[in-house]
C-alpha cells in the first residue's frame, strides 16, 4: 500500500515538471541575420525562399502539425486509459442515518434468572429455566454515525475499449482530416508564389524603368548643355534654353519618384518573402525571358484536369469528410463495449496519525488482537452501451449531415463554372495584354524616333525648340504606356498559370 501510494505521488510530481519544462519553453522567431552583401536572386530563388521563411506560411505548416496530433489524440482513445487517484478526507462531521433497532427482532429473554433455590432444584433434575421472548419495545428510530473520522484512499483504475463503431470512423476522418490539412498549406503556398511572382517583376519592370529615366535625363542634359552653349553664341533664344531647363527639371522629378517606387518595390518583394528589409538583393532575371514566356504561355488546353486547381482537391476532401460524418452519425445506433478493472485500497481511523500508519492484516495491538485499518479492493468487467431511444435526436442529426454533403456535392457544380471563367478570363486578358504590349513597343519606337528626328532638326538649325521639348515629352509618356503594359503581361502570366493550376506544383 505504501508503494502504491508513493508511485501515485511521482505521476503527480513528473506531471508537474513537464508542465514546468512546457511553459519555460523560449519561442524562436526565425528571423535570417542580413547581410551586407548583395543577394542574387533569380525569381525561382526568390520562391524557394519564401516558400520556407514565410512566417504567415510557416504558421499554416503549423496546423499539419497540429492535424498530426489531432489524430494520435483520436487514435490513443482506443489504447489502455489506465488513471491513478489518492484523497484523504477528515470527517470532521460525521453523517448520521436513523436506524430503528426495534425491527430487527424482539424484545430481549425474561425468565433467565437463575436463584440458589433454582439450582438446589436443578440438581434434583426437574427444568428451572423456561425463558419466553417478549415484546420488543417500541424506541423509534435511533441515530448512528458509521465510518470514523479519519479515512484515505488510493486506487488504479483502467479501461480497454473493445469496440466503438464512431472510433473507428474518426480514425478515418482523422486521416482525411490530416490531407486536408496539406492541401490547405499548399493553398497557402500558392497564394505566396503569386504574391513574390507579382512583386518580382513589379521590382524588375520598376528598375528597368528607372534606368530608362536615367538614360533620358543624361540624353536632355546634353541637349541642355549643347543649347546653353548655342545661346551663348547668339543662335538661339533664352527662351529656347528656360524650355529645356524646365523639362530637364521635371525628368529629375520623375527619375526621384521612379527611384522611391523601385525602393518601395524592393521593400514589398522583401516583405513576401519574409526577408529581413535591410538585406539588400540583386535581381538576376530579365524582363525579355519573362516576356518570351509570357508569349508562349497562351494556348488551348482541352485536356484541363479540374484536380489541377487546389480548391477543386480541396473540395474533394471537404466532400470524404461529410461522407464520413453521415456515417459516424449513424454509428451512434450501435452498441459499445468497455473493459474495465480496478484496484485499490482504502482505509479509516478515529486519529489521523494512526490513518498513516497504513497497518496490514498482519497488524496487532498491544492485546494481540488485529487493527488492521487498511483494506484492500479489486474488480474487472465489461461494460454494454446499447441506445434504445434518445428522442430522435440521432435521426435528426443525420438529416443534417446529408444536407451538409449536399451542399458540399453542389459546390462542385459551382466550382467548376467559376474555374472555366478564370480560365476563360485569364486567357482573354493575357492577350490582350500582349497586344497592348505590341502596340505600345511600336509606339516607343515610333516615339524614339520622332524625339531622335526633331533633335537632330533643332541641331542643324531646320527645327524648333518647341518640336523637341514636344518630342521628348511623347517619348517619356510612351516609355511609361510601355512600362505599364509589360507590368500587366507579367501579372496576367501570373494570373492565367494559377487560372489553369499550374502557378506552383508541390512535391507532396
Known sequence: MKNMLRFLLLLAVLGFLGLHQLLAQTPSTGQTVASATPMPL?????????????????????????????????????LPQINGNAAITDNFKLQKSLVDFSRFGGAPLSGTTLTQEDIVKAQSGPVVLQPKYGEAPQTGPTPLAFGLQYAGNAAISASQLLFDGSYLLGLKAAS????????????????????????????????????????????????????????????????????????????????????????????????QMGLDQRQPILLADSLGAAITEAQTSVQTTDNFNYSNRIEYSLLETQRDLAVLDVRNRRSGYLPKLNLVAAYGVTGSDPRFSGLMEFRGPDSRNSAGYINQNWFGFGNVGVQLQVPVFDGFRKKYSIQQAKLALEQVNKGFTTLQQSVDL?????????????????????????????????????????????????????????????????????VAKVDYAKANGTLYQAQK
Open 176 to 271: 482525411v482530416y490530416e490531407k486536408l490539412s496539406v492541401k490547405q498549406t499548399k493553398q497557402s503556398e500558392i497564394d505566396v508564389v503569386e504574391q513574390v511572382s507579382k512583386a518580382y517583376y513589379s521590382t524588375l519592370v520598376a528598375r528597368e524603368r528607372l534606368k530608362l529615366l536615367a538614360r533620358n535625363v543624361t540624353r536632355l542634359d546634353t541637349l541642355l548643355y549643347q543649347t546653353t552653349q548655342t545661346y551663348k553664341e547668339g543662335f538661339v533664344e533664352k527662351l529656347d534654353v528656360q524650355r529645356l531647363q524646365v523639362q530637364a527639371n521635371n525628368l529629375k522629378i520623375e527619375q526621384q519618384k521612379a527611384q522611391r517606387l523601385v525602393d518601395l518595390s524592393v521593400d514589398l518583394l522583401r516583405f
Open 422 to 490: 478564370q480560365r476563360q478570363q485569364g486567357e482573354t486578358t493575357l492577350q490582350n495584354s500582349l497586344d497592348v504590349l505590341n502596340n505600345q513597343k511600336a509606339n516607343l519606337d515610333l516615339a524614339t524616333e520622332v524625339a531622335r528626328v526633331s533633335k537632330i532638326k533643332f541641331q542643324e538649325g531646320v527645327g524648333s525648340n518647341l518640336e523637341v521639348i514636344t518630342a521628348e515629352t511623347d517619348l517619356r509618356q510612351a516609355q511609361t504606356n510601355y512600362y505599364a503594359a509589360l507590368y500587366d503581361v507579367l
Open 42 to 78: 533569380t525569381l525561382q530563388q526568390a520562391i524557394d525562399y519564401a516558400l520556407q521563411n514565410k512566417s504567415t506560411l510557416q504558421s499554416t505548416r503549423l496546423n499539419e502539425q497540429v492535424a498530426k496530433a489531432r489524430v494520435g489524440e483520436i487514435r490513443s482513445q482506443g
